[in-house]
């Protein structure tokens, strides 16, 4: 019986490789499995390997020549732009204030008005002040040339004035005089007739008065009514005695008062006549001026009492300029050109109240020289301002004041040199030294010193405040020998350098003399040409003889 086969026959030759078995494997998966893990197990300890096992660092040599060349130390530190002159602009005269023009941060220019007082009070002093002084002049006029037609005209009806006044004044003494004599003989006739009054009744008899008839009983009365007869008309006779006594006294009384009439006339009238001579008399003395009044001015006057009038011009003129000064002085105006720093009053306050001082100031922040730095952070004043109602800023006149460290500051003298960077508007100027402020302060336990440097010529869009660089040249010299200041290994007093001669490093003291930035000047123990072995570094490129390299360290 046979038997049939039916497919593809029986594949003859090389078994098949590995992948394909994998493939067709049907554990495919897990083998595919296994091996992303072991890759990410190499992987992992790779990384390891890399950075928690780091190769030493490779070693770098730099080495430098001795040169001769320039050496230049300087000092850095920055600050603010400040004016270095502040101008205080105040009223010269007081009054109130009637406009504010400016603001702080406004620019001015030359004669710009600021602000202005009321100027009422001065224009009034100015036109009294005119016055006087055309008066003089007028004067001064008439003292070199004689009397005008009109003032001969004034000096006659003076000289009339004063006649006509003479005559009054001596027309009322000569009544005065003509009242006395009146007076005189009235009261001589009332005194007269008063005395002559009293001579009559004293000589004229006591008035008698008849006795009555006696009766017939009286007579048989032979003794005591004799008596009481008698006593009867002596009582009789007294009392017409007593009438006359009184008349007489009433004459007297006359005479008397008569008498003091008499004196008080007289004493008025002689009061009288007195006034009206006195009058008399300075009407005379007035009639008199009057006259030599207009003999002066007929006639030029002598040169020194023209110059006695031209004195009295010249103190008027003054009083005039014066004047008009102060009606100027209610205008404030600009003396210069620059930026309003402060305005220290207001419109309806008075000029002269403002008490604000202003000042510039500029920050110092931080200060490096040599191979020493420090930091700090303080306020100074740039440059004096008083008080004054409106302070304006020199914005021509720039300076930055930097805080320095004690070590920096001690090497900086007045008139060094500066570089100056703004770093604002990528600008650059020159400087130099011009205060060098005495009184430190302290900022986080460093002493610092206050720096100013006055700007040559500021750069165009540099203002009041602007950030400052500064680079305070403090020696310099030209021609000297000179190695890498980084070569230099310094301890106390003692500097060494590490000098290669015919491939040995030999360490050999020297004598410094300028420490730069990047240089040193050395005055013995090298000579030019000698190679400087530097402190190596790690990684990058050697510097093979390259003089002022960058100075760094290790690490």
Known sequence: MSTTVSGPPPRVGRPPSRWARIRSSPHRTRWLNAGL???????????????????????VERTAVVTRGAVTASVTGSGNAASQVSTPVSFESTGFVKEVAVKPGDTVTLGQILATIDPDSAQASLRTAQAQLDGAKAALAQAQSGATPVQA????????????????????????????????????????AAQKKLRIDQEAPCPTTAAPAPSSDSDTAAGSSGILGTQTKSSGSNTSCNSKDATLAAD??????????????????????????????????????????????????????????????????VAVDTASKGVDNTTLKAPQAGVVLAVNGKAG??????????????????????????????????SSAGTGFVVIANVS???????????????????????????????????????????????????????????????????????????????????VLRVPTAAITTQGDRHTVTVRRDGADTVLPVQIGVQGDTDTEVLSGVAEGDTIVLPTTTGGPASNGVPGAPARTGG
Do not use: C, W
């Open 153 to 192: 005209q004034q000096d006659a009806l003076g000289i009339t004035s004063a006649q006509q006044a003479l005559d009054t004044a001596q027309k009322q003494l000569d009544q005065a005089h003509q009242q006395k004599d009146l007076d005189d003989k009235s009261s001589a006739d009332a005194v007269s």
């Open 397 to 479: 006149q720039l300076a930055i004041t930097a805080n320095i460290a004690e070590a920096d500051a001690s090497k900086i003298k007045l008139g060094q040199p500066a570089q100056i960077t703004f770093p604002g508007t990528s600008t650059t100027a020159t400087g130099s030294v011009v205060q060098i402020t005495p009184q430190s302060t302290v900022t986080n336990n460093v002493v610092l010193y206050p720096i100013t440097i006055a700007v040559d010529s500021a750069p165009p869009d540099v203002g009041v405040g602007a950030t400052a660089s500064l680079s305070i040249q403090t020696s310099a010299k030209d021609g």
């Open 37 to 59: 893990a072991l890759l990410l197990v190499v992987a992992a300890v790779g990384a390891y390997l890399l950075i928690g096992n780091p190769s030493p660092p490779q070693q």
């Open 349 to 382: 306050e008075s000029s002269g109240t403002s008490s604000t001082s202003s000042t510039t100031s500029t920050t110092g922040t931080t200060a490096t020289g040599g191979t020493s730095s420090s930091t700090s952070s303080a306020s100074s004043s740039a």
């Open 252 to 317: 007297r009384a006359a005479v008397t008062t008569a008498q003091n009439n008499q004196r008080n006339t007289a004493l008025a009238d002689e009061k009288a006549i007195t006034t009206a001579e006195a009058a008399v008399t300075t009407a005379r003395n007035n009639v008199s001026s009057a006259k030599l009044t207009q003999q002066a001015n007929q006639h030029p006057q002598t040169p020194a009492q023209i110059a006695q009038v031209q004195a009295t011009v010249d103190s008027a003129q």
